[in-house]
């Protein structure tokens, strides 16, 4: 750690966007990995709409990333040797391996999607199903939930593992509190998605918001841990736009009205919670995740 | 064998002939005084003319790949003052933080030791520049790459030393073997401690593995803008990953503890799919 260090100058608009968005699928789709490989079959209302959502967003990524390049035409040498074209890893660089691990989690993402298209009707490709059912359901959700954990984590391992004070001073934590964010805002836009869908999951509600809970608690244990970490680095967190994203957007929007509102509709002798609030807090999370990267990236930059 | 520079601080002049030496031999730019209109001030001041004392580059970037520092160190009486003047560039580290961040292979290291970004293969995704401990490593948005300090890698490669070494009218750059270098740089700091200079100190002999580029420092490197320990963040990788391993394991338990609470086995699930 030290204060001469360079800032990579990366946009709010491609990096912190893109931590976001990659954040919010994988967290869908571990979410919907875990409740299929946990609850077997009976969260298949979940499942189903995480795996409709992950590969969606994830088609907004790439994009984001190529865009922030220098020379955005060489995105390929992230994958392959720029003269001999033979794949290439740098299993000491974040970047690298979180390349490979993108396209990894893609094909991964893409063939729930399509399995969820072929199973609800919406798509008619029997050899599909043929090939895609000789594989156990376990087997993918085993595999699915670590290529979703990997991509919303890593880019917490890529932000720690630089000399930049702000970012080299809260390793390890960024990468555990960026899956706890990805849970939670995938917890939400799969809650929007089953609304929107007009699916009533009913009692399996419950232990959807009961998981939701306890990463909410998690995000805040982490998020205060890395601001006491960062010691007096943390301070651009507590002025000007950076307090409004961060304590206003990620803590107090994204987690803790969240949560109070939940408990509120949970008091003992009441069970329903209003819809449109439950809609409402939804929102409030991705915007809350949101910036709780944009706040990170770009503080560590400053 | 590898070789390097010896920045010998205390016979520096500040002439900056380094800075042309090295502009001039690698085609790079000038930078056109920005006059930005600041309404502090009431005249024009060009935004990248620094005032402070005789810099003119304030930091290494694209287009500067080498940077003559100016500390002056003087009382409010002015007596007793002096002048420390280092010339900085990058120091081709032995445990190279940038090398290791490149997610494209274009950071290479060459037989000689010395650590060049590959023009043709940089992608410009700037994850180098705050892998570098140091503040080398920057973006130039005239090639869209990341740009540094070579060793005149060309140059080193048909058997010339670097510009700046050549250009330097005091010896204060000597370019060579870096194990060479080590001989001239101890014997040059056991003349000046003989000669009382306490705090004199040589800066490069296990920071980030060693540096082919090191110095010779009359005090702290943090007075001459270095990091006292530099971190090669790549060290805290495992740790890193680790950590965010157990915080994957912590959600799944999360959902593991949400999702079977009730007492059910997996296997009515598969009966309601099929």
Redesign the interface.
């Known amino acids: 750690m030290s204060p001469v260090t360079h800032a990579p100058g990366w946009e709010w608009f491609y990096i912190g966007l893109y931590f976001f968005f990659g954040g919010v699928s994988a967290g869908a789709y571990f979410i919907g990995s875990l409740a299929e490989f946990f609850g077997g079959g009976r969260h298949r209302g979940i499942s189903r709409a995480a795996f409709y959502i992950a590969f969606p967003i994830l088609l907004v990524t790439p994009p984001l990333l190529i865009g922030d390049l220098g020379q955005p035409l060489r995105f390929w040498h992230l994958l392959f040797d720029a003269r001999s074209g033979f794949p290439y890893v740098n299993l000491s660089s974040p970047m690298s391996v979180g390349s490979w691990a993108l396209v990894l989690y893609g094909a991964m993402a893409f063939l729930s999607f399509l399995d969820n298209l072929v199973a609800e009707g919406k798509l008619d490709f029997a050899p599909f199903a043929r090939v895609y059912g000789r594989v156990p359901r376990k087997v993918y959700a085993a595999v699915g939930s670590a290529a979703g954990f990997f991509i919303a984590g890593y880019t917490g391992v890529l932000l720690n593992v630089t000399a930049r004070p702000l970012w080299a001073l809260t390793d390890p934590l960024v990468g555990a509190l960026f899956i706890a964010s990805a849970s939670s805002t995938g917890a939400a836009a799969i809650y929007l998605v089953m609304k929107w869908r007009r699916i009533h999951p009913g009692p399996e509600l419950e232990e959807f918001e009961r998981f939701d809970r306890i990463v909410k608690i998690l995000e805040i244990a982490l998020a205060i841990a890395i601001v006491i970490a960062a010691g007096k680095y943390a301070g651009v967190l507590f002025r000007g736009p950076y307090a409004v994203m961060f304590w206003g957007g990620a803590i107090l929007l994204g987690t803790l009205v969240p949560l109070a509102t939940n408990w509120y509709a949970h008091r003992p002798g009441r069970h329903v919670q209003s819809e449109s609030a439950a809609i409402l807090m939804a929102c409030l999370v991705l915007l809350g995740g949101l910036l709780l990267r944009i706040s990170l990236v770009q503080a560590g930059q400053l | 064998m590898p070789k390097g520079m010896f920045v010998d601080t205390t016979i520096c002049i500040g002439c900056k002939a380094c800075q042309v030496a090295c502009k001039q031999w690698n085609v790079l730019p000038g930078e056109p005084a920005d006059f930005r209109v600041d309404p502090a001030e009431k005249i024009p001041v060009a935004a990248n003319f620094t005032g402070d004392s005789y810099d003119n580059t304030a930091?290494l970037t694209g287009t500067n790949w080498r940077r003559v520092r100016f500390i002056e160190q003087f009382p409010e009486n002015r007596v007793g003052g002096r002048w420390l003047i280092s010339s900085d560039s990058c120091k081709h580290c032995n445990d190279a933080?940038c090398l290791?961040?490149?997610?494209?292979?274009?950071l290479v290291r060459t037989d000689l030791g010395n650590v060049v970004v590959?023009q043709?293969?940089?992608?410009?995704?700037?994850?180098c520049?705050?892998?570098?401990?140091?503040?080398?490593?920057?973006?130039?948005?005239l090639?869209?790459?990341?740009r540094k300090c070579t060793l005149c890698d060309e140059r080193i490669h048909n058997g010339l030393g670097t510009a700046c070494a050549k250009a330097c009218p005091t010896g204060s750059i000597a370019y060579g073997e870096v194990a060479e270098l080590k001989k001239k740089a101890d014997a040059r700091l056991a003349k000046l401690k003989s000669l009382g200079h306490g705090k004199a100190n040589i800066y490069g002999y296990k920071e980030a593995g060693g540096l082919n580029v090191f110095y010779l420092f009359n005090d702290a490197p943090s007075v001459y803008?270095?990091?006292?320990?530099?971190?090669?963040?790549?060290g805290?990788?495992v740790?890193?990953?680790?950590?965010?391993?157990?915080?994957?394991v912590?959600?799944?338990m999360?959902?593991?503890?949400?999702?079977?609470?009730?007492g059910?086995?997996?296997?009515?699930?598969?009966?309601?799919?099929k």
């Not at chain 2, 570098?132 to 490593?137: K, R």
């Not at chain 2, 270095?226 to 963040?233: H, L, S, Y």
Request: with cysteine; charged share 20%.
């Open positions: 930091d933080g290791n961040a490149c997610p494209t292979g274009a590959r043709d293969v940089c992608i410009g995704c700037k994850y520049l705050p892998s570098c401990p140091f503040g080398v490593v920057a973006f130039s948005h090639t869209g790459t990341a803008g270095q990091p006292e320990k530099p971190d090669v963040p790549q805290r990788l740790v890193s990953s680790a950590v965010t391993v157990a915080g994957a912590a959600v799944g999360a959902a593991l503890v949400a999702f079977r609470e009730q059910q086995s997996g296997s009515e699930g598969e009966e309601v799919e």
